[in-house]
């Protein structure tokens, strides 16, 4: 499953500043328990797991707890060079 986080912030300096919106995709695995309710894990944030007793709560909670994360963080991206090794 995917479900979409989204982030826009727009600067209150100019309406001419406008961050772009980011949308991330997260995979997230719902499982319904033996003893009812439902647990989702995050493959992405794996200390991260979520419990509640139906599906549209835990992918609720699963989404603000993503949310939470991400507005505490920085998106990067780095470049690793694919070098084979030669023999």
């Known amino acids: 499953m ?5 982030n826009c912030v727009e600067t209150a300096y100019s309406p001419l500043t406008v961050e772009k919106c980011l949308t991330i995709k997260y995979t997230i695995l719902l499982t319904e328990k033996a003893e009812g309710g439902n647990h989702v894990s995050i493959p992405g944030l794996p200390d991260c797991p979520i419990e509640a007793d139906n599906r ?3 992918i609720r909670l ?6 939470a994360i991400m507005s505490r963080s920085e ?6 060079p694919n ?4 023999l």
Do not use: G
């Open 2 to 6: 995917h479900y979409a986080l989204e």
């Open 75 to 80: 998106v990067v991206q780095v470049d690793v």
């Open 56 to 58: 549209d709560d835990v």
């Open 83 to 86: 070098c084979p090794k030669l």
């Open 62 to 67: 699963a989404r603000e707890a993503i949310a």
